[in-house]
């Protein structure tokens, strides 16, 4: 039964971005630690990411907050605002982010842990992409 500590330490992750929209797909290639804080797990991720047809990759970062409330697992963003929560007990699980006028669904797929996947389905007026995300342990 996953819960939140199963996710500490240092994973691969490799970031598939299709967008609907006609703009460029993307690539990202980096790492994600999950290290403790504040009785929570911090998440860093630092990769690069190639845009298809450009020829300069970027850096790319960015952090959240795990903490478990009851056997959920609460995401937050940098800034401590509520993200969305799931269950990690699940191999499949769903969860929503409302960003009106943007809808973010997520799904995080552990059926074959230690290694899994993270797919956010985004539409709004000018947005529509699907990102996944894999993770395996470094």
């Known amino acids: 039964m996953r819960q939140l500590i199963d996710f500490d ?3 691969h992750i490799t970031r598939t971005i299709t967008d609907f929209t006609g703009g460029p797909n993307a690539q990202l290639v980096g790492q994600c630690s999950f290290t403790p804080h504040d009785g929570g797990l911090v998440q860093a991720e630092v990769g690069t990411l190639q845009f298809a047809g450009a020829s300069v990759a970027l850096k790319a970062e960015r952090r959240y907050t795990w903490t478990s409330q009851g056997f ?5 963003f940098d800034d401590g605002r509520f993200f969305h929560a799931f269950d990690p007990r699940g191999d499949v699980v769903s969860a ?3 960003c009106p006028p943007d809808r973010y669904d997520v799904t995080y797929d552990f059926s074959a842990w230690p290694i899994w996947q993270v797919t956010w389905r985004v539409h709004g007026p000018r947005k529509d992409y699907t990102s996944r995300t894999e993770f395996s342990r470094s």
Not at 72 to 76: P, R
Request: aromatic letters at 18%; hydrophobic letters at 35%.
């Open 72 to 76: 959920d697992i609460a995401v937050y």
């Open 9 to 11: 330490g240092t994973w």
């Open 96 to 98: 929503t982010h409302d």
